[in-house]
């Protein structure tokens, strides 16, 4: 959906029938309203917090909506004596999905199974749990996150070549030419990225927000019945 259909839009949600009771609000509270509806939006869906409360995965219409979100990437890092660290998360990392590492030992150069992501609180105890410790015979290890990397264990049994990393990603933040950023650069046109009924259910709770700060009660009521009603 192009910026200006976005912005349009939120004005037609804030005003009355035939009022321009709102029509004076700013484009850059505009902008900000929708980006900060939809990383709200996407962190309900995501957790699970929707009306429905269904998780990321556990619809197909859930799927459906944040599949542009997902994205692919393949880290390296070091291997160290008890795992495998890491380089730093991809900077438009929002939330962790899965991965799948590739491990050697000896001849073996190149092999993948599953690692489990656990609490970093109980790393010591699981190392010494022959169920849980990291094994390449078992094909079973487990990872954590700490510091913005992720800790692949190994126990000094095997190596760590490289992790394929899936993860949810920042949404892109829409924007709209005709005002100066904070930081004095120019804003450009942006579109809000998501598919048009997910765009008008971001549009809807940015409204909520944007009559929630003006104090419009009624307005506020009604877009964020809106949102309910559709999430």
């Not at 699970?48 to 393949?74: F, H, I, W, Y």
């Not at 609180?121 to 390449?136: C, G, H, Q, R, T």
């Not at 709209?176 to 804003?187: F, L, R």
Request: proline fraction near 3%; include cysteine.
């Amino acid at each position: 959906m192009t910026p200006q259909i976005a912005y349009l839009k939120l004005k037609y949600r804030l005003n009355k029938l035939d009022s321009q009771d709102y029509d004076n609000i700013s484009l850059i509270n505009a902008v900000e309203a929708i980006n900060k509806a939809a990383i709200d939006w996407c962190r309900r869906q995501v957790h699970g917090m929707n009306a429905m409360r269904e998780g990321d995965e556990e619809s197909r219409m859930r799927m459906d909506d944040l599949q542009v979100l997902l994205k692919p990437k393949t880290l390296l890092g070091v291997n160290k004596k008890l795992f495998f660290e890491s380089e730093t998360l991809p900077s438009d990392y929002l939330w962790y999905k899965r991965i799948l590492p590739n491990y050697s030992k000896g001849e073996c150069k190149s092999k993948t199974f599953k690692s489990i992501l656990v609490e970093e609180a109980n790393v010591p105890d699981l190392l010494e749990d022959d169920d849980w410790k990291p094994s390449f015979d078992w094909k079973q290890s487990f990872h954590t996150l700490v510091n913005n990397k992720i800790r692949v264990y190994t126990n000094n049994d095997f190596f760590v070549n490289k992790i394929d990393l899936v993860y949810y990603r920042n949404p892109i933040k829409m924007d709209i030419i005709g005002y100066e950023h904070i930081d004095g650069t120019p804003s450009i046109n942006v579109d809000l990225e998501f598919k048009d009924d997910v765009a008008e259910i971001i549009i809807n709770e940015a409204a909520a927000i944007i009559a929630g700060d003006i104090e419009s009660q009624n307005q506020l009521a009604i877009n964020a019945k809106r949102v309910e009603d559709i999430n």
